[in-house]
Nanobody
Framework: QVQLVESGGGLVQAGGSLRLSCAGS????????MGWFRQAPGKEREFVSA???????YYGDSVKGRFSISRYNAKNTVYLQMNSLKPEDTAVYYC??????????????WGQGTQVTVSS
């Protein structure tokens, strides 16, 4: 089992920045690809970003060039730096983990989510 706890969400004005963190525990963190999904009210869950064990990164089209994912294995933590935020980025953001990286929906482990609200 892998436990994931997100933090860093909140309210920000359009054009601002936030950094989300996800702390993992339970298994060897470095053995897993990590990622982020988001879901806005009334919308389908959307892939945001992922990072493989070796550091290869993946981004959804809507966040490319604005968001950046990184991981710090020594602290069992993955980060999502979100810049130039837009109101349409408003959603609950979920941290995920799986042996297989990439923009797929089959991540084995999910956190509880953290709310990000971007005001116009």
């Amino acid at each position: 089992q892998v436990q994931l706890v997100e933090s860093g969400g909140g309210l920000v004005q359009a054009g601002g920045s936030l950094r989300l963190s996800c702390a993992g525990s339970g298994r060897t963190f470095s053995n897993y690809a990590m990622g982020w999904f988001r879901q806005a009210p009334g919308k389908e869950r959307e892939f945001v970003s992922a990072i493989s064990r070796s550091g290869n990164t993946y981004y959804g089209d809507s966040v490319k060039g604005r968001f950046s994912i990184s991981r710090y294995n020594a602290k069992n933590t993955v980060y999502l730096q979100m810049n130039s935020l837009k109101p349409e980025d408003t959603a609950v953001y979920y941290c995920v983990a799986d042996p297989v990286p990439g923009p797929h929906q089959r991540y084995d482990y999910w956190g509880q989510g953290t709310q990000v609200t971007v005001s116009s």
